[in-house]
């Protein structure tokens, strides 16, 4: 069965960097063609895909926030953390991590299971 | 990037109404579109994924049909269960884009 749940701040100031961590079980990111990614979700708005770490340390950034972002994975811990930068109040989200979907075509990356997600406000 | 434009925007439907809902991509990307199904302060669930593939435990009422630039979502049947807000995402290329997505409401 897998599992993944979000932790980290629920309030952060304008200007500091967030740091979240995904607590997963169920998978390895060992494991050839694992991935992890995170997705963010602002108040009544759509999704938008953040970052994916795959089970080989490749890392993918969404370019339109890509400068402010750093994902990593600890495989012993079965973690993955998603660090942002410079924190605005338009970052005010919830934040989704979620399992890669295996046996994707052509190394497709959709996503099966996800986490409750996390709210983070922005806001001094 | 790959724009995805979902129409409609929202909807409103009776029970045992069949709804269609539309996700149109503005460059080719195969089959390579799922849908997801998310409910008011849940998580996004899997629907379907490479256009057509059910979910496992997904019911057989949904079905996602298309290929290259327009695609659909049908709910053959709607039930309580279904009303929702439904997303699809495409997975052809970097950066993964969503739709806007379609909130589906009781008539």
């Known amino acids: 069965q897998i599992t993944l749940k979000e932790s980290g701040p629920t309030l952060v100031k304008p200007t500091q960097t967030l740091t979240l961590t995904c607590t997963f079980s169920?998978?390895?990111?060992?494991?050839?063609?694992?991935?992890v990614g995170w997705i963010r979700q602002p108040p009544g708005k759509a999704l938008e895909w953040l970052a994916l770490?795959?089970?080989?340390?490749?890392?993918r950034y969404s370019p339109s926030v890509k400068t402010r972002l750093t994902i990593t994975k600890d495989t012993s811990k079965n973690q993955v953390v998603l660090t942002m930068t410079n924190m605005d109040p338009v970052d005010t989200a919830t934040y989704y991590c979620?399992?890669?979907?295996?046996?994707?075509?052509?190394?497709?990356?959709?996503?099966?299971?996800w986490g409750q997600g996390t709210l983070v406000t922005v806001s001094s | 990037d790959i724009q995805m434009t979902q129409s409609p925007s929202s909807l409103s439907a009776s029970v045992g109404d069949r709804v269609t809902i539309t996700c149109r991509a503005s460059?080719?990307?195969?089959?390579?579109l799922a849908w997801f199904q998310q409910k008011p302060g849940k998580a996004p669930k899997s629907l379907i994924y490479?256009?057509?593939s059910l979910q496992s435990g997904v019911p057989s009422k949904f079905s996602g049909s298309g290929s290259g630039t327009d695609f659909t979502l049908t709910v053959s049947s709607l039930q309580p269960e279904d009303f929702a807000t439904y997303y699809c995402?495409?997975?052809?290329?970097?950066?993964?884009?969503f739709g806007g997505g379609t909130k589906v409401e009781i008539k």
């Open positions: 979620a399992h890669r979907l295996p046996g994707i075509a052509a190394g497709g990356v959709t996503f099966d299971y």
């Open positions: 169920g998978f390895s990111l060992s494991t050839s063609g694992v991935g």
């Open positions: 770490i795959y089970w080989d340390d490749d890392k």
């Open positions: 460059q080719g990307i195969s089959k390579n």
């Open positions: 490479a256009a057509s």
């Open positions: 995402q495409q997975y052809n290329s970097y950066p993964l884009t």
